[in-house]
């Protein structure tokens, strides 16, 4: 029996323009789970992560992580939350401009107090040797290329041993080259038991999950279970997903 | 067509740093339109006022003369005098609301036909037409003694004629205008009275013989015959060919009273210019930092318009028109609110300067100062605005604007410990050319402040400073006794209070030198003068001068002068430079034994000043002994009537100057970090993606505007501890005062930094509120 570490209940997210984007969601993220969610362009897939992430106000519903509500927590709370449990990979890079990648990385620990400032830089280090950016660690994030710049900011997210990794489609910046190797990084930890809710529209992204989410005009349409992520099988989980995929008429 | 679409967008686009502009230029042209209509109506008015009054060229107060009039026809015989005008008057001490006055009064015969003088309305709020007579009874005063005694119509004040109570009491009418004796500076004060009020004091002044307390005596306007002629050489030819010197309390030019009453006022003022020139200079920098900011967030819009055929100059024309109108509207409107303004300083001043200051808009000179201002205004613009030639279609394509121009090794590190203090100074030193004009500001506005509180510090609470550079020599208390009551006497009551850890006696009696009036100090204690350079008078022959009259005579130590006074005339060497800014600086001191070889000597010229064990006691001394000798004994603290007038003016300086500092930083700060919320909003995203609260995020923000404050107040501290003394300095000696040294204590070096910065990090503070409005959805990408 999967542990839900986050749940969602009847989310709603309408704008002021009265354009509906999220219409009574009811959704659950299990442990140590790769989801992904998936959607065409305008579904609300982006806006569900931040939903679920707390970093936007939803306006119906409510959001539980790890059974606790978070959608009433004040504003010091949820930024502890941030700092403490989860992690966040966006599609741009959105590193600090005036902090080195190893600074980037350190602050965000720092800031969530997961050790003594030793311990943090020892494991920015280490995370940055894990995601293969340690020779650009004292570089400015205008220096490396987008996908060190990535990989730093997987490392960031990481810093805080995070309960949940949220990436919103963390390879739409990237090169193919680049964009393998983030998956990879984000495989890996996932492997080492690290909890992921990511956003794609991306095949190739969508094959590393386990649980796939599809939404359509603000709602969840269904989902689909697969294995946990083995290269050899990629062909395989490609036709999966594609046969799933035409099957909601993507 | 084009072009006012453009301005129109560009107005829209910026219109929250041109409003700083606007508000910036607001306040520099309200300050200096006030300072100037102050400093051009009250430059003018005195001297005309004056004229209105009846000064002569020279006016001599005279005393113990059997017949002005007879002296005022033999100065007029003369022929470099082209006639003199005489007013009776009566000296006398007086008190009001229980106060004892510090000199003496002179009730001036009032005579309507003369129409010298200006009557107040009861309220003060304008003029009022003369009275055709004053009632037996009333007498009309100066505003000023609002101020100093807290003196309301319907007071009575009391004249001490003659001794065993032989009193005029006198019930004030109303106020009139004096430009000489109403202001608070000056401690003798006019009382106009009746012709009946007049004649009663006469007669108890006749009958009291040695009881007499007040003097008759009159003021003689001599005016001369060529008015462009030396005053010092046509006084001395007035007292070498008249009996002048033997009746006259002493002698003032025209100019020399003018000077003397603008000297405050014009110090004051060109304080004020400075200020309002500060403003400028802190306007400026953050125009600049304006210009630069709108150059990089419109860097795009430039390259596109280069490509649809828009040159550099064009643009810059925008961008200047741009400026020049927030500039000109808050110029305009600033203009406009002086008039208020002056309006309400006029009125203030009134109660200190006993002058009713016209608040007429000085318009030719402002329109100089805002041509001036503008001039230099659009030079630096344009000046700004040369980057906008480097502005290429290809460069704005390629965001050359947003290069990183700093390398990390040199930044200081980022630290778990003092982590918002450390991520405050990378933001500072990373993108420092956004806070350069902020720390302008700051280092501006702490010189300025430090500067006012040193001076501050220096005048004291209690004036002892200013005190110290008018009197020649230091004490507690002085008593000088006017009848039969010994030395003795008074310093039983004083011991009874207080010991009394040292003694000395000083005169001040009118002497010529070299044919010329003067006031000697004449001192028992010679070393206990001021003194500058040099040596004390310590010889019967030797005498001290200050700096002003060594300028007047172009004399020096070593020299010699010849000095008067009833007895004769001899030659004294000048042993030495002492301070002493009485009758702004026109004084010399000399020993008593130097002194006697000249003058007569009779027992109520000196006064005793004593040094008191607690000197806490010195009212209680002083109201005792009043209410033991009365009039017998006039009784004098180290301060003057003027003295409160100063100290407030300084104090309101003071707070005109904060709150102009506070509105300035608040701006500033405003402009400032507007420009950098919007420039870091993905930034303040990010820190908040990461787990940063936006209390800790408006400190970080916060403590940047503090560090720049820090950096400015330490610089701005550094060059006022340079720069005061031989600045002020130079203003204090229009002002007769030679030895001004600012010596403060630790805190007042320290506040003007201190509040700087604190007003800069609350502004900071508040200026990051809305980095609690920044929402984590900036960071989807679109």
């Given at each position: 029996m999967k542990q839900a570490i986050l749940k969602g209940q009847q989310l709603c997210k309408t704008f002021p323009d009265g354009n509906e984007i999220l219409q009574s969601v009811d959704v659950e993220i299990y442990n140590r789970d790769f989801t992904i969610i998936m959607g065409a362009s305008g579904a609300g897939k982006s806006t569900l992560l931040y939903a679920l992430s707390g970093m936007d106000k939803v306006t119906g519903g409510k959001v539980f992580y790890r059974e606790k509500e978070i959608t009433c927590l004040s504003e010091n709370q949820m930024a502890s939350l941030r700092a403490k449990e989860f992690g966040f990979v966006f599609q741009q890079t959105h590193l600090v401009s005036n902090l080195t990648l190893f600074e980037n990385v350190a602050v965000a620990g720092y800031i969530g107090k997961t050790g003594t400032p030793k311990e943090i830089q020892e494991k920015a280090r280490q995370l940055l040797r894990q995601m293969k950016v340690e020779n650009a660690?004292?570089?400015?994030?205008?220096?490396?290329?987008g996908g060190e710049a990535q990989r730093a900011a997987i490392a960031r997210a990481m810093i805080g041993s995070p309960g949940l990794l949220f990436a919103d489609e963390?390879?739409?910046?990237?090169n193919r080259s680049n964009t393998e190797e983030v998956l990879d990084l984000l495989t890996a930890l996932n492997r080492n038991g690290q909890s992921i809710l990511m956003v794609t529209h991306d095949m190739r992204a969508a094959v590393r999950g386990n649980r796939l989410l599809y939404l359509e005009d603000g709602k969840l349409l269904d989902q689909l279970s697969l294995p946990p992520y083995e290269e050899a099988e990629i062909k395989q989980r490609e036709a999966m997903v594609s046969q799933w995929l035409s099957n909601l008429q993507w | 067509m084009e072009f006012i679409t453009l301005l129109k967008a560009n107005l829209k686009r910026h219109k929250g740093g041109l409003a700083g502009i606007f508000i910036l230029l607001f306040l520099v042209s309200l300050s200096l339109v006030t300072v100037l209509t102050i400093w051009e109506n009250s430059n003018s008015y005195i001297p005309a006022e004056m004229r209105r009054a009846g000064f002569g060229d020279l006016t001599v107060w005279v005393s113990g003369i059997p017949n002005p009039d007879l002296l005022s026809n033999e100065i007029s015989a003369l022929d470099t005098v082209e006639r003199t005008e005489s007013q009776k008057i009566i000296y006398s001490n007086y008190v009001l609301r229980e106060q004892e006055s510090d000199s003496e009064g002179q009730l001036i015969l009032y005579n309507p036909k003369e129409n010298r003088y200006r009557f107040f309305t009861d309220s003060l709020s304008g003029y009022q037409p003369q009275p055709e007579k004053i009632q037996p009874g009333e007498v009309y005063v100066s505003p000023s003694m609002i101020s100093i005694f807290g003196a309301e119509i319907g007071d009575e004040i009391t004249f001490p004629?003659?001794?065993?109570?032989?009193n005029l009491i006198l019930k004030i009418a109303g106020w009139y205008e004096d430009p000489f004796m109403g202001s608070?500076?000056?401690g003798m004060k006019g009382f106009l009275i009746d012709g009946s009020s007049y004649d009663a004091a006469l007669a108890i002044l006749q009958n009291a013989g040695i009881d007499a307390l007040a003097r008759n005596g009159a003021m003689i306007h001599i005016f001369a015959a060529d008015p462009e002629e030396n005053r010092s050489l046509f006084s001395a030819e007035i007292n070498e060919k008249t009996s002048l010197s033997s009746y006259a309390e002493f002698v003032h030019s025209k100019t020399a009273i003018s000077g003397f009453m603008l000297v405050l006022q014009n110090a004051f003022s060109g304080f004020l210019f400075a200020f309002a020139a500060v403003l400028l200079l802190a306007a400026m920098a953050m125009l600049g930092y304006q210009i630069q900011s709108a150059i990089q967030q419109d860097f795009v819009n430039m390259g596109i318009l280069k490509t649809v055929g828009f040159t550099s100059k064009r643009l810059c024309m925008i961008q200047l028109l741009q400026y020049l109108i927030a500039i000109i509207c808050g110029m305009l409107l600033g203009l406009a609110a002086a008039v208020p303004m002056s309006q309400n300083v006029r009125f203030a001043t009134l109660t200190t300067t006993g002058i009713l200051i016209p608040?007429?808009?000085?318009f030719s000179l402002c329109l100089l100062s805002f041509g001036s201002i503008l001039s230099v205004l659009i030079g630096f613009i344009l000046w700004k605005l040369r980057n906008v030639r480097h502005v290429t279609p290809m460069g704005a394509i390629r965001g050359e604007t947003e290069k990183q121009l700093f390398s990390v090794k040199r930044l200081p590190a980022i630290r778990a410990k003092g982590l918002y203090a450390s991520l405050a100074l990378r933001q500072l030193f990373t993108s420092k050319r956004r806070y350069i004009g902020a720390c302008l500001v700051a280092i501006l506005l702490v010189f300025f402040a430090s500067l006012a509180g040193r001076m501050d510090a220096w005048l004291g609470t209690d004036g002892k400073g200013m005190m110290d550079a008018f009197n020649p020599a230091d004490h507690d208390l002085g008593i000088q006794s006017?009848?039969?009551?010994t030395q003795e006497t008074f310093e039983k009551t004083i011991r009874s209070y207080s010991e009394i850890i040292d003694v000395y006696v000083l005169a001040m009696p009118n002497v010529t030198v070299n044919g010329v009036d003067f006031t000697a100090n004449v001192i028992d204690q010679p070393e206990r003068f001021h003194l500058i350079e040099g040596l004390p008078a310590m010889a019967d022959n030797e005498i001290v001068i200050t700096e002003f009259v060594a300028a007047d005579f172009g004399v020096g130590i070593g020299d010699s002068l010849t000095i008067g006074a009833d007895l004769g005339n001899h030659a004294y060497r000048i042993s030495g430079i002492y301070s002493c800014a009485n009758d702004m600086g026109q004084n010399i001191g000399i020993s008593r034994e130097g002194y006697l070889k000249i003058g007569s000597d009779f027992p109520n010229l000196w006064c005793w000043h004593y040094f008191l064990a607690d000197p806490s006691q010195k009212a209680a001394i002083t109201a005792e002994l009043e209410n033991a000798y009365g009039g017998d004994i006039h009784i004098h603290e180290n301060t003057w009537p003027g003295l409160y007038g100063i100290i407030s003016a300084m104090q309101a300086l003071i707070l005109v100057l904060y709150s102009m500092s506070v509105l300035f930083i608040l701006i500033v700060t405003i402009m400032t970090g507007g420009r950098i919320l919007t420039a870091e909003q993905k930034d303040f995203g990010i820190y908040k993606a990461i787990g940063f609260s936006s209390a800790s995020l408006r400190m970080t923000f916060a403590f940047r505007f503090g560090i720049m404050a820090v950096t400015g107040s330490v610089l701005g501290t550094v060059l006022a501890a340079v720069f005061t003394d031989p600045l002020v300095s130079f203003f204090m000696k229009l002002a007769g005062i030679s030895n001004f040294a600012s010596a403060p204590d630790l805190g007042t070096v320290l506040f003007p930094g201190a509040i700087i910065t604190l007003l800069f990090l609350c502004f900071g503070w508040l200026a990051a509120r809305k980095i609690e409005k920044i929402d984590l959805t900036i960071l989807v990408a679109e």
């Open positions: 660690k004292d570089r400015l994030p205008a220096n490396v290329s963390p390879t739409g910046a990237l | 004629i003659a001794r065993a109570g032989k608070s500076m000056i608040a007429k808009l000085p006017f009848g039969e009551l």
